[in-house]
């Protein structure tokens, strides 16, 4: 069974930073490129960024980019996103997906991240 | 950055009513797939590839669609189908989501 589970989330100053985890089991981690989501309370879903299942590949939404850093260790089989220069408009439920051909088809319950002061 | 419009944005339909939810994207896309959300839980796989029906998703639903034009029907609405429907576009990055339709029975 696949299962991907977020850690890391919390109560976080602006300004501050914040490292969540993704750990990935029931299925070969080094074969999928994987994602992370957000989506803001009462709001949709909003892509952050990817990362390929080698590393090659790495993009970030523009929102994020320059502050927050996805990274992966497929001998952990675990997936990071390190945010830093945290905002108010950061504050959301983050998780992280799998990356299939046709989709992202795995999504992990999330994680909550709240950055206020 | 390809922009997706879902319409309606909130709908309520009857047990055994049919339903179409549209995804307009702002230019032209191969494929389109929708995720089902409910209430307090995470997206899940829904359709892909405009029309194929992701594990485990009852035959009464069917995605169509081509170009900047997409859609999701529910030939007969029960209700374990509330839930928000979000289409997603994953041709060019960023890639990017419809502000999803919320579904509700009546």
């Known amino acids: 069974e696949v299962q991907l589970v977020e850690s890391g989330g919390g109560l976080v100053q602006p300004g501050r930073s914040l490292k969540l985890s993704c750990l990935a089991s029931?299925?070969?981690?080094?074969?999928?490129?994987m994602n992370w989501m957000r989506q803001a309370p009462g709001k949709g879903l909003e892509w952050v960024a990817s990362?390929?299942?080698?590393?090659?590949?790495?993009y970030y939404a523009d929102t994020v980019k320059g502050r927050f850093t996805i990274s992966r260790d497929n001998a952990k089989n675990t997936l990071d996103l390190q945010m830093t220069s945290l905002r108010s408009e950061d504050t959301a439920l983050y998780y992280c997906?799998?990356?299939?051909?046709?989709?992202?088809?795995?999504w992990g319950q999330g994680v909550l991240v709240s950055v206020s002061s | 950055e390809i922009v997706l419009t879902q319409s309606p944005a909130t709908m309520a339909a009857s047990p055994g009513e049919k339903v179409t939810l549209t995804c307009r994207a702002s230019?032209?896309?191969?494929?389109v797939y929708w995720y089902q959300q409910k209430s307090g839980t995470s997206p899940k796989f829904w359709i892909y590839d405009t029309s194929k029906l992701a594990s485990g998703v009852p035959k009464r639903f069917s995605g169509s669609g081509s170009g900047t034009s997409y859609s999701l029907t529910i030939s007969s609405m029960d209700t374990e189908d509330t839930a928000t429907y979000y289409c997603?576009?994953?041709?060019?990055?960023?890639?990017?989501f419809g502000s999803g339709t919320k579904l509700e029975i009546k």
């Open positions: 997906a799998r990356q299939n051909y046709s989709g992202m088809d795995y």
């Open positions: 997603q576009q994953g041709r060019s990055y960023p890639p990017t």
């Open positions: 990362i390929s299942s080698s590393n090659s590949y790495i």
């Open positions: 230019s032209s896309v191969s494929y």
């Open positions: 029931g299925f070969i981690f080094t074969n999928y490129g």
